[in-house]
């Protein structure tokens, strides 16, 4: 038994004695006993949300829609799930003659709307109606690279970007892109600022590529292939998109708020593959048990442990307490060799 600094490793040889006159590569299992990084913590998971929001002529009717029905997106983090979560809203204009609600500046006082925030539901919802008088020329991504870089994330959007926290962009247009970073590059971005792919959720509440409606819900330019590229690359690509004209629209922006909470309060991230039967999940001292719905579940897919929407902390454990997962994982080393 070797022992390293915070990882016990336990080897043994597989294989048989060969001549001495050939060496050959022995594979080496070695059990390492691994913990959960802080930064797997869930429940008390924090997520920074960026409404990003078209103020061009033509979003007028959108923007009161979005507006009615916030607070069912505001509610689906009151029903029994324990999220950390600031809101914050930008608009599409990157103009810097065209209005003061321009830039990257999150509009509205105060700038980060979060759990304590008075009457947060109804600021909220005032703030989204961003007016019409912003530049045509509707850029979705520019102004998230603005917001969150220098000078504006450490002055007037200074604490909206929390290193720990998932970061949720969720763009409100009728148009393309216009910006000047392609997705490619914006995802890149955003990459950059939060270290691993599970942290960064996107959502589009567009009028998707190929849609033609009769009644008159158009798009104001080009079809969004752009936003579609990005929306692709995300963690929870495949379900993060919803036609802006849709009559269900209230219903799909509650969808988003729970599909937050689903990565955000229900997934622990790995670092390696583990060996299932040596799971085991905790709170403070609160043992969490192995049941789907309940307890805990092991997603092969994704190389998580999910919590089940069903399980219910412990109110007797100190404030700040996280969800912990200790597990055994298996590697091979080969590095050995080994003379017949």
Known sequence: M?????VLVLSFVLGSCSSPESPKLIPRAVVQKAVAEEDTSVRSGKVDILFVV??????????ANLSANIGRFINVFFNGASVDYQIGV???????WATKN??????????????????????????????????ATERAFD?????????????????????????????????????????EDFYQFLLTLKGVPERILAYGAIIPT??????????????????????????NTGKNIFNLCSSDFGDRLAGVAKDVVEHVAGMVYLKYPPIVESIKVSYGSQIVPMDHEYGWSFDAGLNAVYIGKKFVLDPLQPNGTKIMVDYDHTTYDESLQAKK
Do not use: H, W
């Open 90 to 96: 930008v608009s599409t204009d990157a103009d810097k």
């Open 210 to 235: 190929g849609y033609e409606d009769p009644s008159n819900c158009g798009r104001d330019s080009g079809e969004p292939l752009k936003i579609e590229r990005f929306l692709a690359m995300t963690a």
């Open 143 to 183: 102004p998230v690279t603005l917001a969150l870089s220098e000078p504006l994330v450490s002055t007037v959007n200074s604490g909206f970007l929390r290193k720990d926290a998932y970061l949720a962009i969720i763009f409100i247009t009728d148009a393309e892109d216009q910006s000047d970073i392609s997705p």
């Open 102 to 135: 321009c830039c990257g500046r999150l509009l509205g006082t105060p700038a980060v709307i979060d759990t304590v925030t008075p009457d947060g539901n109804l600021n909220l919802s005032k703030r989204l109606e961003v007016g019409t008088d912003g530049s």
């Open 2 to 6: 070797k022992r390293l600094t915070c």
């Open 54 to 63: 078209d103020n061009s002529g033509s979003m007028s009717s959108y923007q």
